[in-house]
């Protein structure tokens, strides 16, 4: 299994992301935005019918990229706390560590990855199982996530040519 690393600054301000996160572009279901704080790097998110905020982005003051998901159902998750998590794609799978974290007040976590086969396997798949601390789990479906990624990429170019 791949090892994910933990990632200590990926937290996003708690202030409005129209300021400091401005948006890039829309694809499909995912919003793409750049974050100048951590390099001018580019992630997009989306919210799940099951209230999940899921978030993927690369980092490039630090060489990769997160993964972030936030819910109200979210129990016991403490700010900082280091866990697991798993992300099963089937027949492929990455699994390494988490921070827990606040988003806007809503409980989740994060976790900081190095491998670029982590993306490819999330722009390539229709769902995804993310298994992390205290029992969460959750099917998360992917469709329109390889469009996300090419526009994140194209995020990352603007703003690395600006």
Known sequence: ????????????PTTSLAQTHPEFATVGDWTV?????NGNGCYMEKTFDSGTLVQIGV???????????????????????EGSVLFD???????GAA????HNGVPGGYAFFDNPEFAKEFGKRTKVLVQG??????EIDLTGSMKGLRSIQ????????N
């Open 59 to 81: 980092v490039p003051d630090q060489n990769g990229a997160f993964f972030a998901a936030y819910n109200a159902a979210f129990d016991g998750v403490e700010e900082g706390a």
């Open 154 to 161: 194209a995020c990352r170019d603007e703003y690395e040519s």
């Open 89 to 95: 794609f089937g027949d492929s799978r990455f699994q």
């Open 33 to 37: 935005r750049a974050n100048p704080a």
């Open 133 to 138: 601390g205290g029992g969460t789990e959750e």
């Open 1 to 12: 299994m791949t090892r994910l690393w933990l990632c200590l600054s990926l937290l996003l």
């Open 99 to 102: 921070k827990g974290a606040f």
